[in-house]
């Protein structure tokens, strides 16, 4: 099955500084990479994702890279602010059995950024 | 206008008790899941329920049963609870199930607690 393994676990940065969490996955037929946000006592939300078919997406100031051959994608937190702090997971999504896919995540990156 | 709910928020319990966890979404999505996030916030999926139909169980133990009445919900039913059981669970929904790339809703968790 898929494995995804992210680094780094935590990341502290100063304000106004740029932030890069990296994840590789196993399974080459991955085809959807999507990245969570998670904040204290609340669910997961999505902040952006990627397809297989490309290669980098930008959203103001957070952007995905994906390197298909390398199985490993980047999400990029510009100019980061306090409210930027959070755990941050990705995830792959990938065949489980027949027609049916999961996600699996990975292990979350803490990032703190402080004044 | 809550898009993915759960209740209880917060559910503490004895050992050996049977509890229930309710979800509902507002979104008119087809696919449900059920993940759980352990102490270390590692995120692991349960379930997955298209149009009320158990599409994934990822050897779950028969002691958790799901259960989804109609489209908009999903629920999650633990018997005979362990020390083990606790944790938060996040139930999710999704508009599209298969190998197609698509957001993953989160709702808000369920803290769960066995003493």
């Known amino acids: 099955g898929e494995n995804v393994e992210q680094h780094p676990s935590t990341l502290s940065v100063q304000e106004g500084d740029s932030a890069v969490i990296k994840c590789t996955y196993s399974?080459?037929?991955?085809?959807?990479f999507p990245w969570y946000k998670q904040e204290l006592g609340k669910g997961p939300q999505l902040i952006i994702d990627?397809?297989?078919?490309?290669g980098e997406k930008k959203d103001q100031r957070i952007a995905v890279t994906l390197n298909k051959t390398a199985k490993h994608f980047s999400l990029h937190i510009t100019e980061t602010q306090p409210e930027d702090s959070a755990v941050y997971f990705c995830?792959?999504?990938?065949?489980?059995?027949?027609?049916?896919?999961?996600?699996?995540f990975g292990t979350g990156t803490r990032l703190q950024v402080t004044l | 206008d809550t898009a993915v709910s759960q209740t209880p928020k917060y559910l503490v319990t004895q050992m050996g008790n049977d509890k229930s966890i309710k979800c509902e979404q507002n979104?008119?999505?087809?696919?449900m899941y059920w993940y759980k996030q352990d102490s270390k916030k590692f995120l692991k999926i349960m379930f997955s329920?298209?149009?009320?139909?158990?599409?994934i169980n990822e050897t779950v133990p028969n002691r958790f049963s799901p259960k989804s009445p109609d489209k908009a919900h999903l629920n999650l039913h633990i018997n005979s609870l362990e020390l083990g059981d606790s944790a938060v669970y996040f139930c999710?929904?999704?508009?599209?199930?298969?190998?197609?790339?698509?957001?993953?809703?989160f709702g808000p968790g369920t803290r769960l607690t066995v003493l």
């Open positions: 999710a929904s999704s508009q599209v199930w298969g190998l197609a790339p698509d957001t993953q809703y």
């Open positions: 399974d080459s037929a991955s085809n959807y």
């Open positions: 990627i397809r297989s078919n490309v």
């Open positions: 995830a792959a999504l990938s065949r489980h059995t027949g027609t049916a896919s999961k996600l699996t």
């Open positions: 979104l008119g999505h087809d696919t």
């Open positions: 329920y298209n149009n009320k139909e158990l599409i």
